[in-house]
């Protein structure tokens, strides 16, 4: 699996307008819907929240990876979002989030599919230049030659 394979530029926002969590997950689940990968935004945004209540989604490291897991969704993608200023997302080291990534995965793949995804990201963002890299991209294409690294 190859991260370029579920990220398209129209799946790419450099600068999220939002200024909280819940600003941050609204407008990237519009992004992912308007791509036409969801049947329908809500129920996945259901999915979203009830995912973040068992507990927070930043890992830390200024990375949050928000994922659903919902029939709601047509088709896995994986949209991706840039704060340079940050965002609290109660993540476990107490940094803002800045690189944020949002799973959606249809509920008849979810099991092997989003943690598929999930170790994919986890194991290149651990590299501190890969996020500097990311954090200061100028283009969506600039993004897409980083990921095609993943």
């Known amino acids: 699996m190859n991260l370029t394979e579920l990220v398209t530029t129209n799946l790419i926002q450099l600068q999220l307008e939002g200024k909280t969590k819940d600003e941050i997950m609204e407008e990237m689940a ?15 945004k259901q999915s979203l929240y009830k995912r973040e209540m068992e507990g927070s989604t930043g890992i ?25 200023s940050g965002v609290d997302w109660d993540s476990l080291d107490g940094e803002k989030a800045q690189l944020i990534f ?10 092997d599919e989003h943690l598929k995804i999930l170790q994919l990201l986890s194991r290149k963002l651990m590299d501190d230049e890969f996020r500097e890299h990311l954090l200061h991209a100028t283009t969506k294409e600039e993004v897409m030659q980083l990921f095609d690294q993943v």
Do not use: N, Q, W
Not at 34 to 40: K, Q, Y
Not at 60 to 81: E, R
């Open 30 to 44: 519009e992004m992912i819907d308007r791509s036409g990968a969801l049947h329908d935004k809500e129920k996945y």
């Open 60 to 84: 830390g490291f200024g990375i949050a990876i928000p994922h659903g897991k919902s029939d709601a969704v047509k088709k896995t993608c994986v949209a991706f979002g840039v704060k340079k």
């Open 102 to 111: 949002m799973i959606a995965v249809p509920e008849k793949h979810a099991g």
